[in-house]
């Protein structure tokens, strides 16, 4: 979670006095625990779920190595699950502590688990940041002391592959931590960054020329994203994906709760299709593309199944097609989503970053409610080398179940969050009437016979400094809330998967 994001939190204990939502004890208003279908990506079929961006004391996270992993582990404790049975069977499988400009926090002696994969890694940079899952040693932003240039990101993409390692630009719409380097070797890019729609104003083609006028021309990719004015960073993230796409660039999404206090790991959840449950598996499947990004580790899963001439592919995956084209059959699976939207997202090859100024980037080629608790949509076109497509899913802003009162406090939320940018005072307002501050600075009172379904819930995981805490899935909506044409939607964004990218046989 960014530092935005955590005075948000910090906002609200000293703007408000200690409040609980009294509807919560009416027991005919407040939403009962929701218990989840059965999952269609299990690590019994190779899905690993989990964290890649997160931030311990080792630099500017508040929690020690120990305390986050305990956190990221805490998804599967009784005491929680006996209050979110919706959660059984959706605890972490591994996680990445990506501390800034260092490596030392993976070397710590609680550097362990019994229960998760831990993933060695470093968030590199100052002018634009990276992950690099897999690093054994720090990867340097400034070698020469002189500000970071072009030929320093490039000589880092390769100094992370040297080590077997992953390069994957995070945040890159952040207005004031861009990534527009015009690099095309990276291999996964975080397209979700803490909450889709959460302190995350658009970066403006102002920004871009102020960036270009210290460091030189962006990519022609990231240019073109710009244009997208009417969307939250993390959309324009989506759209710079479509335009590399265009270009045939094809690296795999992912995301990251970019924690530094106060939530949970996990929010939202990137999911890898791995061959081993192991290091090696994860790093692997993210190199293949084998992935999707998804709200909570409880929501809306995904599973696809792309056939050319009896031949069965994977969402991500590269499709060899004559040079005539050929008919190809998606089957798009989508659980845990139930009230949903399912949407397919095509677009095909530009010749030229030129031309990519003008062109059309990826259209909505099929879309329809998700009917069932495991809902299938089929679709079926003739595809060319150069073609591409992706799915996503929308979730309703509203949790079934709100109360009216509560759906205009998540509809408040959502509106702010969009429209305050990382105004956190505002947003914090918004939400104190969910968070009894008492337990901010007080974990060792954390009970879980006083947490309430629609309100902020202490985990009993974090033991010293300021209280971690879960939050309610109403809530987790409205920081996902979906945007178009500049204004929150009724829906929230529910999960987006890797592209599949047609290519020459």
């Known amino acids: 979670m ?15 006095s200690p409040t609980r939502n009294d509807s919560a004890d009416s027991g005919d208003t407040a939403p009962q625990p929701y218990e989840a279908p059965a999952q269609i990506t299990t690590v019994q079929d190779g899905w690993l779920r989990g964290d890649l961006h997160m931030h311990t004391d080792y630099s500017d996270g508040w929690d020690t190595v120990a305390t986050v992993i305990a956190l990221a582990e805490y998804l599967e404790w009784p005491e ?12 972490l499988d591994y996680i990445a502590l990506s501390d800034h400009r260092t490596v030392d926090q993976n070397s710590d002696p609680d550097f362990t688990s019994e229960r998760l994969v831990l993933i060695p890694s470093e968030e590199f940079g100052s002018n634009g940041h990276a992950n690099t899952p897999g690093v054994s040693s720090l990867v340097e932003h400034d070698p020469d002391g002189d500000g970071t240039t072009l030929d320093d990101i490039q000589s880092a993409i390769q100094a992370t592959h040297q080590q077997e390692a992953l390069f994957s630009p995070n ?4 207005p004031s931590i861009m990534f527009p380097w015009d690099v095309q070797d990276f291999d996964t890019l975080e397209v979700w960054n803490s909450g889709w729609i959460l302190a995350s104003p658009p ?3 102002e920004d871009l020329d102020a960036w270009e006028a210290s460091n030189g021309t962006a990519s022609g990719t990231y240019r073109r994203a710009i244009e997208a004015q009417d ?24 995301g990251g709760s970019d924690r530094h206090a106060i939530v949970l790991p996990g929010f939202p959840t990137t999911y890898v299709h791995a061959e081993s449950t192991d290091l090696q598996g994860i790093l692997d499947g993210m190199r293949n593309r084998h992935t999707y990004v998804t709200r909570t580790p409880a929501s809306a899963q995904l599973l696809g199944s792309i056939t050319v001439e009896d031949q069965v592919y994977q969402w991500g995956d590269q499709v060899p097609v004559p040079a005539a ?3 190809v059959s998606v089957e798009l699976r989508i659980a845990r989503a139930e009230g949903g939207t399912a949407r397919l997202v095509q677009g095909n090859h530009v010749a030229s970053d030129e031309a990519l100024e003008s062109a059309q980037l990826g259209q909505v080629v099929a879309e329809e409610p998700i009917s069932s608790a495991d809902h299938l949509l089929s679709y079926t076109f003739t595809a060319t080398a150069g073609d591409w497509i992706y799915p996503m899913v929308l979730e309703p802003l509203f949790a ?9 406090i998540v509809l408040d939320t959502a509106t702010i969050a969009a429209e305050s940018g990382d105004d956190a005072m505002d947003i914090a307002t918004a939400v104190a009437s969910l968070l009894d501050t008492d337990l901010l600075g007080n974990p060792d009172q954390c009970d879980p016979d006083d947490w309430q379904p629609d309100m902020l819930q202490c985990s009993l995981a974090d033991t010293e400094g300021l209280s971690s805490f879960f939050v309610p899935d109403m809530l987790d909506r409205a920081m996902n809330g979906w945007m178009e ?7 929230s964004m529910g999960a987006v998967a890797s592209a599949v990218l047609f290519v020459q046989e």
């Open 2 to 16: 960014n530092r935005t994001i955590c005075c948000l939190f910090q906002a609200a204990l000293f703007a408000c």
């Open 80 to 91: 929680f699950l006996e209050h979110h049975p919706e959660y059984e069977g959706s605890g």
């Open 171 to 174: 945040h890159p719409f952040s």
């Open 203 to 205: 970066t403006t083609q």
């Open 231 to 254: 969307l939250d960073a993390d959309g324009q993230t989506l759209t710079w994906y479509e335009a590399m796409l265009a270009r045939g660039i094809h690296v795999a999404l992912v």
């Open 325 to 327: 084209g050929a008919q």
């Open 400 to 408: 079934p179940g709100i109360t009216q009162e509560q759906q205009q």
């Open 485 to 491: 044409g500049g204004q929150v939607t009724e829906w």
